[in-house]
């Protein structure tokens, strides 16, 4: 992603410059947006053949009521078409320019509300993976994200993280306060819990999607940094909404679950993205 400059508002409505450093974030990468891409340009022509065969089929049924229902059935259509085809243009812009048009916030709810339920069944019919397609959603969800741009003070971010990232052997509870880790080095706990206290932002560890949500209406942030697999991160990003939630995959060297890791440099450079100087 090149460098760019946002205008955000802050608490008093006044706009800001936002600088964005070129991140060389793993979720950015263009295979992912491609997919999204391509799923979402195939399920813009279902729709419209969809809309097609509803004017089509009553045709000759409506016309026996009255001569002028079709007309008004397929300028009725044609709006709905025409809608759809601007929101997914606008979509398709965005994402392409990485800067924020109109209605970016509800472009993102209509990203993870509708089009990725969508995109999930289309994507099936070519079979490219649940996995992969979760991917691309995430990626277009963090690009959507960086275009909204918010910078926010150090107690409004939190840091999200799954409770895999802690070694299997350590005895300590750290779900409760992951300041209780004794920085032994086994995990990435340890550096997570140091940039907590460097950039004093709230960190937690969750075992579960019941346990983040109940976390993130706790804590109220107004943007969330969130290390997961491509699942959680995929439902957490549905459950947090209006909230926005850059996600961050996790490695699994030893397979789902277990001992996992998370690239450190990539969460501190969405700490600095998003927090105020």
Same mark, same amino acid.
């Given at each position: 992603m090149k460098n760019s400059t946002h205008a955000v508002e802050d608490h008093h409505g006044a706009q800001e410059p936002l600088q964005t450093d070129a991140m060389d974030l793993d979720t950015f990468s /263009? $295979?992912?947006?491609?997919?999204?891409?391509? @799923?979402l340009l195939v399920t813009s022509l279902v729709l419209l053949a969809v809309a097609f065969l509803l004017w089509w089929v009553p045709y000759v049924g409506l016309a026996t009521i009255h001569e002028a229902l079709p007309a008004v059935l397929a300028v009725l259509l044609s709006?709905?078409?025409?809608?759809? @085809?601007g929101a997914v243009l606008t979509l398709l812009f965005t994402i392409l320019r990485g800067k924020n048009l109109f209605f970016n916030r509800r472009i993102r709810g209509v990203v993870i509300r509708v089009l990725f339920p969508l995109l999930v069944g289309v994507g099936r019919c070519f079979g490219i993976r649940k996995s992969e397609i979760r991917r691309s959603f995430v990626a277009i969800n963090n690009q959507l994200v960086m275009t909204e741009a +918010? +910078?926010?003070s150090p107690e409004e971010m939190l840091i999200l993280l799954p409770h895999c990232l802690q070694n299997h052997d350590c005895a300590v509870r750290i779900t409760g306060d992951v300041h209780n880790c004794k920085l032994c080095g086994k995990c990435k706990i340890k550096d997570l819990a140091m940039l907590s206290k460097k950039y004093h932002v709230h960190v937690a560890v969750a075992t579960g999607g019941t346990l983040a949500r109940k976390i993130v209406v *706790?804590? /109220? $942030? /107004?943007i969330i940094i969130a290390v997961a697999c491509e699942r959680d991160l995929t439902s957490g990003? +549905? *459950?947090?909404y209006p909230i926005p939630v850059f996600g961050i995959f996790n490695r699994r060297p030893f397979g789902p679950c277990f001992d996992t890791d998370v690239n450190i440099d990539l969460v501190e450079k969405g700490l600095k993205t998003f927090l105020h100087n």
């Open positions: /263009r $295979p992912r947006i491609r997919v999204f891409i391509f @799923l709006c709905v078409v025409l809608v759809s @085809l +918010q +910078q926010v *706790d804590k /109220r $942030p /107004r990003i +549905q *459950d947090a």
